[in-house]
C-alpha cells in the first residue's frame, strides 16, 4: 500500500514563507508526475504546482514567481516552498502521484491527506 504524508503546514504571517513536504512510502517501482493541490472554504480545489520524473515543472498562474515545487526522488518526496504568501494562499494542501509499486502493477494516483496552510496577520 503506497501512503502520501505532508508536513509542513502552519499559520504564517502575510509576506512569510513556508516549506510543504510530501513523503512517498510503501511498495515504491517509480513515481511519475508529483503535483501540489489546495482547496480553500467554499472554493473548488486547484493545482498549484506539478512536477515530472525529469523535473519539468508547471505551476497556477496565481503562484507562479512565489511558490517553488521540487523533488528529491532518492526519497520519493516532494517539497513546495511558498514565499511570499498572501491571506488568498490559506487553503488545505494536498500532495498528488501518479505511482507504481512495480512493474506489473497498474499506475495508481494516489492523494495525501492534506496539511492546513493559514496566513494571517
Known amino acids: 500500500q503506497v501512503q502520501l504524508v505532508e508536513s509542513g503546514g502552519g499559520l504564517v504571517q502575510p509576506g512569510g514563507s513556508l516549506r510543504l513536504s510530501c513523503a512517498a512510502s510503501?511498495?515504491?517501482?517509480?513515481?511519475?508526475?508529483m503535483n501540489w493541490y489546495r482547496q480553500a472554504p467554499g472554493k473548488q480545489r486547484e493545482l498549484v504546482a506539478t512536477?515530472?520524473?525529469?523535473?519539468?515543472?508547471n505551476y497556477a498562474g496565481a503562484v507562479k514567481g512565489r511558490f517553488t515545487i521540487s523533488r528529491d526522488n532518492a526519497k520519493n518526496t516532494v517539497f513546495l516552498q511558498m514565499n511570499s504568501l498572501k491571506p488568498e494562499d490559506t487553503a488545505v494542501y494536498s500532495c498528488?502521484?501518479?505511482?507504481?509499486?512495480?512493474?506489473?502493477?497498474?499506475?495508481?494516483?494516489?492523494w495525501g491527506q492534506g496539511t492546513q496552510v493559514t496566513v494571517s496577520s
Open positions: 498528488n502521484a501518479d505511482i507504481k509499486a512495480s512493474i506489473v502493477t497498474p499506475l495508481q494516483n494516489v
Open positions: 510503501g511498495s515504491i517501482f517509480i513515481i511519475y508526475n
Open positions: 512536477i515530472d520524473s525529469s523535473g519539468i515543472t
